[in-house]
């Protein structure tokens, strides 16, 4: 019973997108360990929710994941696990340097009523948004919206960082350009949103600390670069959303979402 239960909530966060405004959208996938030697497996937990710890999901290739890969600077390959099961999956490291994992999701819809969808947009920053439905007189009428999640998760193999900055040519996506083996706390982390290729200005980067209630905000610059002093060493996740107005009769928008997790010296 407890089992079938936990599937329909999982279901209701997942499709309904009325039990929080942006639970159902935020997903990243984290290692167990950041940082791990050659020959040593990597464990990763997939996890839904727009601050830690989120909620822990099984291993669903049929409605949830459509990728899910190992680019370790030499090539890039299938992340093996068990369907149904957590955690999603696993590989063992070879390749010294940056590996990173990278998921994407197939495309999910919600509604959301006029007062959920403003209270969303405010929080993730989307203010170009926020303008179009006021200008256009939105403000209270409910919204469809289509999103899709593209992420990555970097970890070091071996006393080697190489590649941390490597792009990974996803439609969305946030490259570290501060090494995170050399980084302490304290400093300037600056990490870069590419959206298909080119920098994003003006876009809300939200950061979280594994295991702790610290949240970090920023917008990136003209050059599509975010700024961050990280008060502490450990897991960080970041993300960021960009949304726009659909270009088909289905939608009202259409959204999507990347995050980057990796883990710092403290």
Not at 49 to 78: A, K, N, Y
């Amino acid at each position: 019973m407890f089992h079938f239960c936990r599937i329909i909530f999982q279901a209701i966060v997942l499709y309904c997108g009325t039990v929080a405004t942006v639970w159902a959208h935020a997903f990243w996938v984290v290692p167990v360990e950041g940082h791990v030697q050659p020959g040593e497996r990597v464990v990763f937990d997939l996890r839904i929710g727009p601050r830690w710890p989120g909620e822990s999901m099984q291993r669903d290739t049929t409605t949830l994941i459509s990728r899910f890969e190992l680019d370790d600077g030499v090539q890039r390959t299938p992340i093996a696990g068990r369907e149904n099961l957590r955690p999603v999956g696993h590989y063992k490291a070879t390749v010294s340097g940056a590996n990173f994992a990278v998921m994407t999701s197939y495309p999910h819809s919600a509604e959301l009523s006029g007062e959920k969808f403003e209270a969303y947009l405010a929080e993730e920053g989307l203010d170009d948004a926020l303008e179009i439905r006021r200008k256009f007189g939105l403000k209270t009428a409910s919204a469809r919206e289509r999103f899709r999640r593209n992420v990555k998760t970097l970890v070091l193999v071996g006393d080697n960082s190489d590649g941390f900055d490597r792009l990974l040519n996803l439609p969305f996506e946030l490259v570290p350009l501060t090494d995170p083996l050399r980084y302490s706390a304290g400093e300037p982390f600056v990490v870069r949103v590419l959206r298909n290729g080119r920098p994003l200005a003006d876009t809300q980067v939200v950061a979280g600390l594994r295991d702790s209630e610290t949240t970090l905000h920023t917008r990136t610059d003209m050059n599509g670069n975010a700024r961050l002093e990280f008060p502490a060493g450990g897991m960080w996740m970041l993300y960021a959303v960009d949304i726009a107005p659909s270009t088909t009769p289905d939608a009202d928008w259409e959204s999507i979402w990347t995050s980057l997790t990796f883990e710092v010296n403290p």
